[in-house]
């Protein structure tokens, strides 16, 4: 409940904020000392645009370049672990299919030598579980280095990015974010993705593909 309280009292002064700016930047007073635009006349005119913006992260992430050689990064991890995994388990598919085949036609020398065979078998399958486990832990943790690495890069650049733009408030449009409708003049995505691919250069993952 208190957290909720907080994102409201937020929420209400970051209006607050953007109004006290509407009313210092743009209202001059007039011969007779009241102002030329009321805030109301202002907040309705469709040809005024707010010092604000907001960016569509899925379109970013799309387009952006350096997310998409990290993108493309995880891919090649993926496939190797899965090519591992693949490999270690049909190694105990076929130790275990042909245990399958020497039992039936009783090629075992004793009961023993069988139940070794079946030990190591279940040994291999035990080691398969355990690899894949830490082979998975090992992809999270990439993958958040990496996610980490994308969002700090973005905050550095979004700052260099609104020096020459002046923007006091960018939001992102994320289902978490609390963008639920917003005008599509306050959609700065694609000047964003240029300014980013424009530090960061052509994608590796692109270039070779195109090779």
Not at 28 to 34: A, I, Q, R, Y
Not at 172 to 178: L, Y
Request: aromatic share 8%; net charge neutral.
């Amino acid at each position: 409940m208190k957290n909720s309280t907080l994102y409201i009292v937020s929420g209400v002064l970051a209006v607050a904020i953007i109004i006290l700016y509407i009313l210092h930047f743009t209202t001059k007073p007039s011969v007779n000392g009241s102002t030329g635009k009321n805030l109301t006349t202002l907040l309705n005119d469709s040809s005024f645009t707010l010092p604000i913006g907001y960016v569509n992260v899925d379109s970013l992430l799309m387009n952006y370049n350096f997310a998409k050689d990290l993108n493309e990064s995880l891919l090649r991890k993926q496939e190797s672990t899965r090519a591992t995994l693949n490999q270690r388990e049909g190694q105990i598919r076929s130790a275990a299919t042909d245990f399958e085949r020497k039992l039936r036609n009783n090629a075992f020398l004793s009961t023993e030598r069988a139940q070794q065979e079946q030990n190591r078998i279940m040994q291999m399958d035990q080691e398969y579980q355990q690899l894949a486990e830490r082979l998975t832990q090992e992809f999270l943790l990439e993958q958040e280095k990496l996610n980490i690495q994308m969002e700090d890069t973005i905050k550095a650049r979004m700052k260099e990015f609104n020096q020459n733009k002046h923007y006091e408030i960018i939001f992102s449009n994320r289902t978490t974010s609390t963008i639920l409708l917003a005008d599509e003049k306050y959609d700065i995505t694609n000047e964003v993705i240029e300014f980013l691919n424009s530090k960061y250069g052509p994608a590796t993952a692109t270039t070779t593909t195109g090779k």
